[in-house]
């Protein structure tokens, strides 16, 4: 069989491509280091790279976070963890989901710690532990309230009392997961989450001590972005964040309850910029169709620019005749549908408009003469119907993904 390199696109220019402000990493998760450790406790940070970084690129990403003061990575899953471990990440690593029996030696292999909430990968864990001379870290997961992955509290004592008695098994951790902080300013529910996770790391703690074993030595673990946002003062050892190390509010409520709480604002930076270039324009007459299913008719003659990309590429079909992309720093608006790899905007009102201009599909596009435009996640996410977190995260993995100021190259 011949085997082609790969080198004949390796230095292309892209069709379509997201570019990436490292800086803006960084300083998102070193303003998050300084709020979580203002109180005088020093918690270790675990920032999120799953979801390949919320769309940002894993790798670029794990390096931000680990130079802006990072001390974990969390991951979905071990495929996550070994594209990190391969590309030379030393630093810990935290699957937030839990790992099923046929992965949990893999997982030990990649020293990628363990949401626990059964007994059999925990053992299975165990096992490769020992016959690989490694140990299995373990963080148990309370139910407090959320009801998706997590044992109520008798459970996980039980289990815990058996996983002491495994060697290779180590409980490193316990953990909980908050069900409402993003989608209300009222978090009576959070807290008495926070409370039922309180009693459980000390009934931990108090049954670790009785088995001779450190009780201090076990990280707790609740927090989302939302609640290192609001409730700095929280007691935890450990904090997991994530859509708020992407420059990007978890949701209008946060903010609105971070003016409740009359905190100083707290500057984030959004760090992702999602662009194409115009392939070809092109001139309708009055009355010509656009796309497939004729859903744009032009009521006068215009002008459209045609763009390499569409859903293939991340770009939602919903988008069709409602989305706005950028073009020499003004909007114009998506006609016809988006269809695989091609989508249509009209560019009658943009003066010279003309081929290989960059498009801006997400993110700020700046531009002689004209005021800073802008297309926020949170934006395109309601023409969506969805969530910001989506939108960013659902841009296809296959798209180069570029440090800003750089030429964009395919490879
Ligand atoms: C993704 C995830 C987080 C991060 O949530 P953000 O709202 O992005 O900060 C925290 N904990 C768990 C268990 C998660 O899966």
Redesign the pocket.
């Known amino acids: 069989m011949s085997h082609r390199e790969p080198s004949a696109c390796a230095a292309l220019r892209p069709l379509c491509w997201v570019e990436i402000d490292r800086a803006a990493l960084t300083a998102n998760v070193r303003t998050l280091s300084t709020r979580a450790r203002s109180l005088g406790r020093q918690p270790l940070l675990a920032a ?1 790279v ?1 979801g390949n970084a919320y769309g940002h690129g894993r790798l670029l990403a794990a390096q931000a976070f680990i130079e802006g003061g990072a001390d974990w990575l ?1 991951v979905a899953d071990v495929f996550e963890a070994a594209e990190l471990r391969d590309a030379g990440v030393t630093a810990p690593l935290y699957n ?1 989901v839990a790992t099923p029996s046929d992965h949990a030696a893999a997982a030990v292999s990649l020293d990628l710690r363990m949401v626990t909430v059964d007994l059999e990968p925990a053992l299975c864990a165990a096992a490769a532990a020992r016959a690989q001379g490694r140990v299995a870290r373990l963080h148990l997961k309370l139910e407090t309230g959320t009801h998706r992955q997590g044992l109520p509290l008798p459970q996980l004592l039980a289990l815990a009392a058996r996983l002491l008695d495994e060697e290779g098994a180590h409980i490193e951790g316990i953990c909980s ?1 908050y069900a409402d902080v ?1 989608d209300t300013t009222d978090h009576a529910f959070a807290e008495a989450q926070r409370h039922r996770f309180d009693a459980g790391c000390a009934a931990l703690r108090g049954l670790l001590a009785q088995r001779g074993r450190d009780p201090d030595a076990l990280l707790s673990h609740t927090s ?3 609640a290192l946002l609001l409730w700095p003062e929280h007691q935890a050892t450990l904090l ?5 190390a992407f420059g990007l509010w ?1 949701s209008k409520e946060t903010s609105l309850s971070a003016q409740h709480l009359g905190q100083r604002p707290i500057a984030l930076h959004p760090a992702l910029t999602w662009k194409t270039r115009v392939l070809q324009i092109k001139d309708v007459e009055e009355g010509g169709y656009v796309g497939y299913g004729r859903t744009f008719r032009a009521l006068r003659p215009t002008r459209l620019g045609l763009l390499p990309m569409g859903y293939a590429d991340g770009y939602d079909r919903r988008l069709s005749g409602r989305g706005q992309v950028l073009v020499r720093g003004r909007r114009a608006p998506v006609v016809g549908r988006v269809a695989m790899n091609l989508v249509a905007i009209d560019l009658t009102d943009t003066k010279g408009a003309s081929v290989d201009d960059e498009v801006v599909l997400l993110g700020a596009q700046e531009s002689q003469g004209q005021e800073h435009a802008e297309i926020r996640a949170e934006e395109m996410a309601a023409w969506l119907g969805t969530i910001h ?1 989506e939108v960013t995260t659902r841009i296809a993995e296959r798209l180069p993904r570029v440090p800003a100021g750089m030429a964009p190259r395919w490879r």
Request: hydrophobic share 40%; charged share 20%; proline share 6%.
């Open positions: 999120m799953k969390c937030v997961h993003e989302n972005s939302a997991r964040f994530g859509i708020a978890p977190y």
